[in-house]
């Protein structure tokens, strides 16, 4: 075998062992009708500051000028995430400092950024190109877009993008100020791989760069992990800076992905500038349910209608399609899922429910409380006490392990089927608080962003506030749905970018750009997002908000006990997202049958 061919396979082989633990799902949707035979071919870039950057064109053959689709990957020559019809050619480009590309990685900044235009300007002149040009990615390739916006982008006319972070410090990285240190460590480490393995062509080619290529992913690593954990001047030009353009855009995410917030931050932005803009929840890194085909017809269509001008109708859809779960996780990607179509995000006509927090015993879990939550706060306030010691990940963190059980094999899952207790909560409950509702007199579909409203204080000056919702089925069985948390050094929210309902917060945009801790055993108000929650809460299921350590998963705190004050004017509550038609109210007032 050649040795481009043996490293391409020790690539695909080091791909298929470490993706599902980093956060990459493995499928690729496919928007292609035919079967045409595929030429391709790799051309270099040479940018403005004499960096080489490698390309792939590939297209039915023999290759003509089409409409092209572009896709900037940092993962190399496996970096590809759509196929297309023989309609579109496709050109992948490696992103600087990465795969078989020259330079320094900058961690998706201001100089890669560049890159996408100057690109994009000149594959719009090549002569396999009609001039109409669409950019598309998933995970770190739609990132690259979302922060490139604010530029013009030339000869784009449309845009798919899957999974990816509208801000990459809140939507990934360190989400509530904590940092989500399996994660960045996975996606440093896969986006590594494929630029060590063509280490030996570099060296040959250009030994310098070799050097660049090495230190800029060292420096990235450091940075985005450890150099910058408030949201300051690198984290800001890494992340939505404005939109200097109006590419009607797909948007594609899953109910359970580890990136699961910047796309609905992004179909909100668009659509407020009366862009076309379409949000499909239809599966990301989290895989897709049985029965359904990964958003693969969404693509095809999108792309059709905005790039190649077809009147498909694409444009009369609903703007938000989304598959919700019924119950779980691993149900829902077994094919038991809900659809749920709407004209808008958060979906015009949801309404908030304020449950509080309840000393009084609900029957519901094995905690160290089992409290309750409550239609209306108890008169009497009161405090209860937990440790904040990390928390089982395939517990606490759904979105992290999303990315294995939706993966190309699913290995938690399959584990999950002998040992349920692996991805339900009860193991974590034993060391947390719970507040959980009598059982729900009919169903309630949530669908949107929730808050946590928390009166709370600690023995340590800086604790991470970690709380997850779950969908508890009448056998007691507490399903993990969607998680928020907090770093206890950022109590402030940015009021003019937080969501209100009625007068209510129920989406706190939280202020991260300074930090301050609090004394020991200081109380203090803190307003924590949790993810959209997107689930159907069948007739007899309750609803569990858990307070729990940190996930593994996420930068270790230190050891604490934390006190949360219950009841009173000020106790603590869950805003509740519930769809036109549920009632939390009604579901728990009136009696079952």
């Known amino acids: 075998m050649p040795r481009r061919r043996t490293r391409l396979a020790w690539c695909a082989l080091l791909v298929t062992l470490v993706a599902p633990v980093l956060g990459v799902s493995g499928q690729v949707a496919s928007a292609a009708v035919d079967e045409a035979p595929i030429e391709s071919a790799d051309l270099r870039f040479t940018t403005s500051d004499e960096v080489s950057l490698v390309t792939t064109l590939s297209g039915a053959a023999p290759i003509a000028a089409r409409p092209t689709v572009v896709e900037f990957t940092p993962y190399g020559t496996l970096g590809r995430s759509y196929e297309v019809s023989s309609d579109y050619n496709y050109l992948l480009v490696q992103i600087r400092g990465t795969g078989d590309s020259d330079g320094t990685f900058d961690a998706l900044g201001p100089r890669s950024q560049r890159d996408v235009v100057e690109v994009l300007r000149w594959a719009c002149r090549q002569p396999w190109s009609d001039g109409r040009l669409s950019v598309a990615g998933f995970s770190a390739s739609a990132i690259m877009i979302f922060n490139s916006l604010h530029q013009k982008l030339p ?18 990285l360190v989400p509530g100020g904590i940092l989500n240190l399996v994660a960045g460590a996975g996606v440093v480490g896969l986006i590594g791989a494929p630029a060590i393995l063509a280490g030996p062509d570099r060296l040959g080619r250009n030994p310098i760069s070799s050097l660049e290529v090495a230190l800029g992913l060292v420096g990235a690593g450091l940075d985005a992990g450890f150099l910058h954990p408030t949201l300051d001047d690198f984290w800001t030009e890494r992340g939505f800076r404005g939109n200097a353009n109006r590419i009607p855009t797909l948007l594609l995410d899953g109910a359970f992905d580890v990136e699961p917030r910047g796309d609905y931050q992004a179909f909100q932005q668009l659509r407020s500038q009366g862009i076309p803009a379409q949000l499909q929840v239809v599966g990301a890194h989290d895989g897709a349910p049985v029965g359904t085909d990964f958003g693969v017809r969404a693509v095809g269509r999108w792309l059709d209608r905005y790039l190649r001008g077809v009147r498909n109708g694409v444009e009369d859809e609903p703007a938000v399609q989304m598959l919700l779960a019924d119950g779980d996780r691993e149900d829902m ?5 809900v659809r749920q179509d709407a004209a808008s995000w958060p979906v015009p006509g949801t309404r908030w429910a304020a449950l509080s927090f309840s000393a009084d015993p609900a029957g519901a879990a094995r905690s160290i409380n089992d409290g309750s939550l409550t239609l209306a706060p108890p008169e009497t306030a009161t405090t209860q006490l937990y440790p904040a010691v990390a928390s089982l990940v395939t517990n606490t963190d ?86 928020g948390r907090l770093s206890s050094d950022f109590p402030g929210v940015v009021e003019d970018k937080s969501l209100y309902s009625r007068g209510e917060l129920v989406q706190p945009y ?19 997002e949790i993810w959209p929650i997107l689930n159907r809460f069948k007739k007899g299921h309750r609803i569990q908000l ?25 106790g603590s509550r869950l805003m509740f997202p519930q769809l036109p038609g549920s009632d939390v109210r009604r579901a728990l007032t009136r009696p079952a049958r």
């Open 155 to 172: 000869c784009v006319k449309a845009s798919v993008l899957r999974s990816g972070t509208f801000e990459l410090y809140r939507d990934l």
């Open 398 to 483: 759904p979105n992290n392990v999303a990315t294995i059980g939706g993966g190309p094999s699913g290995q938690i899952n399959q584990l999950a089927t002998y040992v349920p207790q692996l991805t339900d909560m009860d193991l974590s409950n034993l060391t947390g608080l719970t507040y959980t509702t009598a059982p729900l007199a009919e169903p309630v579909v949530a669908a949107g962003p929730a808050s946590l409203d928390l009166q709370l204080s600690s023995t340590s000056p800086t604790t991470q506030i970690w709380a997850v919702v779950s969908d508890v089925s009448p056998d007691g069985t507490a399903h993990p749905i969607s998680v």
């Open 510 to 528: 939280g202020d991260y750009s300074t930090s301050s801790s609090a004394l020991p055993g200081e109380v203090r108000s803190y307003h924590v």
């Open 333 to 337: 990607l077994a094919g038991e899922f």
């Open 546 to 570: 858990s307070l729990v350590g940190q996930s593994v998963a996420s930068r270790p705190g230190l050891p604490a006990i934390n006190a949360v004050v219950v009841g009173g004017a000020q």
